[in-house]
């Protein structure tokens, strides 16, 4: 009999869960009448990626829940017993957020491993990945696990599965593990007892530890000019590292939005806990407004991503993931002019903005991309520690993500968090705001508009429909309703060395150009426009009138 749903039919896996589950997952399923629920509760496992799961809460095998949790759990003890045949030892590091069930399915996660004889490390309380990804490298553990849905909404979780480097697995390896996982087929006799001895449980010592690496990006060494700052956590797990890196950054004056403070997985104050969100920020920014602040930051749950709103004039605007990069790219390359070197590398994905590599490049720095993927660019810091040819810097991407520094190999909202504010009190040392800056470098290097739109079509018939339209962009001359694109980048062919890619590139001749990419863990495609013009209110004219003709050709909304 096949628990996992691989050779059953839908109405047949559910049956037998039923049958066999515990008896609260058993209520929540006969309690399910609506036939389509069912079916895509049970039409297929959920799908264990690159990005290891991610998906709604509950029960099923296209759920997150105990039993798939433990299902991937069970795979990765294979991988690592197939992958490192004696190694084992070296254990696995485990942290989570504060979404609903995320410390239950660490914990789950954490009992399977021991049973298969692999020892654990687990934080006593929620912390953020790069925490996490810097435990990893500096424990010299086999692999990590996070148990978060990033910024997705309230009903998501998820499973993240890190390397011996501290970054996501690359394909090659993700593709092992997902054999491992997937040949898991009989979800009701995974083994989570036994070698409980095997567990350790971690906490300040180790935050304190990877706060000493983030301290040694410092710019100001404790000692910046003054700002104000307005920090949100979000309901997440940002908290407790982002004021301690701040205050040991020698920030006095930062403000918590107490609303937003306490870990909750609910998210109640906002729709969406998603940095990239104005309305994450409101409350932020209303706080901010009230107390005269310069700047405010927001972390999402997991603390990878931070976004940010600044002040301009008597209002404050936001500051986008591509504006950041670029900002952060000019700072650091102009307080460490001094120590640049033929070297020095910024790395950034094919679907982050111009801006960046422009300034990057003017400063005789290097500039190599990756696939979209914060995984991409922690594999080239594993690269470049054999390569006496490039020196990390700085990686980033248009998705609120950036990393300064190799203590980690994913993300660091709580390093950037310190580096945005110190660069907020770089510029207002000047008399300018971030805003000003960007100004700035856009007066220098020329406007670039910078967009994601995201479509969601969610379930089975919007995957189906996601594969119909990148089909289509690859058929059809698109030429027909976008007469100035030069040329198509198929990544799918594998491009400059890049690993084979579902993502379409449209090159403008004027140097602009647009993306489209199906998310590899949210049932959405999106499209990525960098286009340039003289000024914001010709290029916004541009990125009206190209979404416009998307939309209209493929039936979009």
């Known amino acids: 009999?096949?628990?996992?749903?691989?050779?059953?039919?839908?109405?047949?896996?559910?049956?037998?869960?039923?049958r066999w589950a515990d008896e609260d997952t058993k209520r929540e399923l006969a309690a399910v009448t609506d036939e389509k629920e069912i079916e895509d509760r049970f039409y297929k496992d959920l799908a264990f990626?690159?990005?290891?799961?991610?998906?709604?809460?509950?029960?099923?095998?296209?759920r997150m829940n105990a039993y798939t949790v433990g299902r991937a759990t069970k795979g990765l003890a294979d991988y690592l017993q197939e992958?490192?045949?004696g190694e084992t030892g070296r254990g696995v590091v485990i942290a989570y957020d504060s979404r609903l069930h995320s410390r239950e399915f660490a914990l789950e996660a954490a009992h399977v491993l021991c049973a298969a004889g692999i020892p654990v490390r687990i934080f006593r309380e929620l912390e953020p990945i790069p925490v996490l990804s810097f435990a990893v490298k500096h424990y010299g553990a086999l692999a990590g696990i996070v148990i978060t849905a990033s910024h997705n909404p309230k009903e998501y979780n998820g499973y993240k599965v890190y390397g011996p480097d501290g970054g996501q697995l690359v394909p090659r390896d993700a593709d092992r593990l997902t054999a491992c996982v997937n040949a898991v087929t009989d979800l009701s006799r995974i083994e989570k007892t036994g070698g409980e001895e095997r567990l350790a449980w971690l906490g300040e010592e180790t935050v304190e530890a990877f706060l000493d690496a983030i301290f040694r990006q410092s710019v100001y060494q404790g000692n910046p000019p003054p700002l104000r700052i307005v920090y949100t956590p979000l309901h997440g797990s940002g908290n407790k590292p982002v004021r301690a890196a701040l205050a040991r950054a020698g920030f006095t004056d930062v403000r918590v939005v107490k609303e937003q403070e306490a870990p909750d997985g609910n998210f109640p104050t906002v729709r969406s806990p998603n940095p990239e969100d104005s309305e994450a920020l409101a409350l932020g920014i209303r706080e901010a407004e009230a107390c005269g602040a310069d700047i405010v930051i927001g972390t999402d749950p997991d603390s990878d991503r931070i976004g940010a709103a600044v002040r301009d004039g008597d209002r404050f605007v936001l500051i986008s993931g591509n504006q950041m990069g670029a900002l952060l790219v000019n700072f650091l390359l102009t307080m460490r002019k001094d120590r640049l070197t033929p070297a020095s590398t910024i790395i950034k994905t094919i679907v982050t903005g111009e801006l960046g590599a422009d300034i990057a490049r003017k400063h005789g720095v290097q500039v190599e991309e990756t696939l979209t993927g914060f995984k991409y660019i922690g594999e080239k810091i594993s690269q470049y520690a054999d390569d006496p040819s490039h020196e990390f810097l700085m990686g980033y991407e248009e998705s609120y993500g950036y990393l300064v520094g190799t203590h980690a190999q994913d993300k660091d909202a709580v390093v950037s968090a310190m580096l945005i504010c110190e660069m907020a009190a770089w510029y207002r040392a000047q008399g300018m705001t971030l805003a000003d800056g960007l100004r700035q470098l856009y007066a220098e290097y020329g406007y670039r508009l910078d967009r994601t739109i995201s479509y969601t079509l969610a379930g089975k018939e919007g995957q189906e429909a996601i594969a119909r339209i990148m089909e289509r962009l690859r058929t059809e001359d698109v030429r027909r309703f976008l007469p100035d694109a030069a040329r198509v980048l198929d990544y799918a062919e594998g491009i400059g060395g890049l690993p084979k890619e579902?993502?379409?590139?449209?090159l403008l001749a004027d140097g602009s150009w647009m993306a489209v990419r199906p998310s590899g863990t949210e049932p959405k495609i999106k499209f990525y426009y960098s286009l340039a013009g003289r000024d914001e209110e010709e290029a916004a004219a541009r990125f009206a009138s190209y979404r416009a003709a998307w939309e209209k050709e493929l039936g979009l909304q």
Do not use: C, I, Q
Request: no cysteine.
């Open 1 to 18: 009999m096949d628990m996992g749903g691989h050779s059953l039919g839908y109405r047949e896996t559910y049956e037998d869960w039923l």
């Open 49 to 62: 990626g690159t990005a290891g799961l991610r998906g709604v809460m509950g029960a099923g095998t296209n």
């Open 502 to 506: 579902n993502v379409l590139k449209f």
């Open 83 to 85: 992958r490192y045949p």
